[in-house]
């Protein structure tokens, strides 16, 4: 058993770390907060501008595709991987780094891969095996809508001039504070609609201007706020892994602590023991 110095010392340093992640899950879930609200009120516009977008883009006529959702043989491959810029998040940046590498190995094998990591974590262990394009670890400081369209724009570029002939995203999917989902999405060419019976179904609209125009308009800004909603997504996937992992942590490190306190109350009151028994030992051979 160890001595009552070594207990009392693991105790404090326990207790410590008890109060850190304590403190770093109330932060997380105070950023949760804002981070959940951001994301909830964004979905419903951002599906339905995507929608919108399938649905004219599927009822014009062949001629009239757009440059973003040119079909062409696959042989470059640019795979923009959202991560985080710091750890103490549970498996979520792992998770990342699987995505990608299960995403390459199975669908990409035989093409060219260039990552595009958005976060610092999965950016410093997967420049080890992939080529790196670009990176940037900025974007979550202050995330507003203007930087990410900086970087859509950058990537549309890239792929209108043939430098990719596909870009996917891979990112955590918020669902709530202890559920993240891996998602693979493919961001360029543009997926056409699966069913087209859905667009022929849709009530009839009166556009101004051009339909083409409204298209053209739109494809830009659908695409950059498909990649602002991931970011949303894995901001607040990020916040709310770290504020389980922090949760878990804070009722591990209490179960120790406990533990190491009972373990201290043993020793002290065998320490005790064994003091009141050598008096008594030394009392009864005084008197023999």
């Known amino acids: 058993m160890a001595n009552l110095k070594e207990l009392r010392s693991r105790i404090t340093s326990v207790s410590s770390t008890m109060q850190i992640t304590s403190a770093m899950k109330m ?26 977008l399938q649905s004219l ?4 006529d062949a001629g009239s595709e757009s440059k973003f959702s040119e079909q062409r043989e ?27 590498k299960n995403l ?29 394009s670009n990176h940037n670890v900025d974007i979550f400081d202050h995330l507003e ?25 891979v990112y955590n999917s918020f669902r709530n504070a202890a559920t993240q989902i891996v998602t693979k999405e493919q961001f360029l060419p543009i997926k056409p609609i699966e069913n087209v019976e859905e667009v022929n179904n849709t009530s009839e609209y009166i556009f101004e201007p051009e339909k083409d125009q409204i298209v053209k308009e739109l494809i830009p800004k659908s695409l950059k706020i498909q990649l602002y909603k991931a970011l949303r997504d894995s901001f607040a996937s990020e916040h709310g892994a770290r504020m389980t992992a922090m949760h878990k942590a804070t009722d591990n490190a209490t179960e120790l602590r406990d533990s190491l306190k009972l373990s201290y109350n043993k020793a002290r009151q065998a320490s005790i023991t064994n003091e009141i028994l050598e008096i008594v030992g030394g009392a009864e051979a005084l008197n023999n």
């Open 27 to 52: 932060v997380s879930a105070a950023k949760l907060s804002k981070a959940q609200d951001a994301i909830t009120a964004m979905r419903p516009y951002s599906d339905k501008l995507t929608e919108l």
């Open 57 to 60: 883009s599927a009822s014009l």
């Open 74 to 100: 696959v042989k470059k491959v640019l795979v923009v991987a959202i991560s985080s810029n710091r750890g103490l998040a549970g498996a979520f940046n792992s998770n990342i780094i699987k995505g990608v």
């Open 104 to 132: 390459t190995e199975e669908n990409f094998s035989d093409k060219e891969v260039e990552l595009y990591t958005i976060g610092k974590k999965a950016n410093d262990v997967l420049k080890k095996t992939f080529t790196i």
């Open 145 to 169: 809508f203007d930087d990410v369209a900086e970087i859509a724009e950058d990537i549309m570029n890239s792929f209108v001039e043939g430098d990719y002939d596909k870009v996917m995203l």
